[in-house]
Nanobody, 128 residues
Framework: QVQLVESGGGLVQAGDSLRLSCAAS????????MGWFRQAPGKEREFVAA????????YYPDSVKGRFTISRDNAKNMVYLQMNSLKPEDTAVYYC?????????????????????WGQGAQVTVSS
């Protein structure tokens, strides 16, 4: 069983930076694709970033590309999301997720259905 616990959320101003952390437990979690999603009030959960098992491959949607960076430390079973130049529209609950069936990003569908394990979420609020 895999457990994911997010931390590092908070209230920041537009233009600030914030780093989210995801602590993962489970023997083989460092072989999984890991991802970040977010969900704003009244909206569907939205894909934010994904990283392959080795950390060499990453993928972002246009909405965060160039501002957000996903990384992982397999020795510590940690995944990070560095968020720079934050905007009010980045306000959401951010979720860490793991895909137990995949270690590489090639051919991946970045939908919520592709991920099997989820954290409880961390609130990020960006004020204007």
């Amino acid at each position: 069983q895999v457990q994911l616990v997010e931390s590092g959320g908070g209230l920041v101003q537009a233009g600030d930076s914030l780093r989210l952390s995801c602590a993962a437990s489970g023997r083989t979690v460092n072989m999984y694709v890991m991802g970040w999603f977010r969900q704003a009030p009244g909206k569907e959960r939205e894909f934010v970033a994904a990283i392959g098992w080795s950390g060499r491959s990453t993928y972002y949607p246009d909405s965060v590309k160039g501002r957000f960076t996903i990384s992982r430390d397999n020795a510590k079973n940690m995944v990070y999301l560095q968020m720079n130049s934050l905007k009010p529209e980045d306000t959401a609950v951010y979720y860490c997720a793991a895909d137990r069936d995949r270690g590489y990003l090639s051919g991946m569908n970045y939908s919520t259905h592709s991920f099997d394990y989820w954290g409880q979420g961390a609130q990020v609020t960006v004020s204007s």
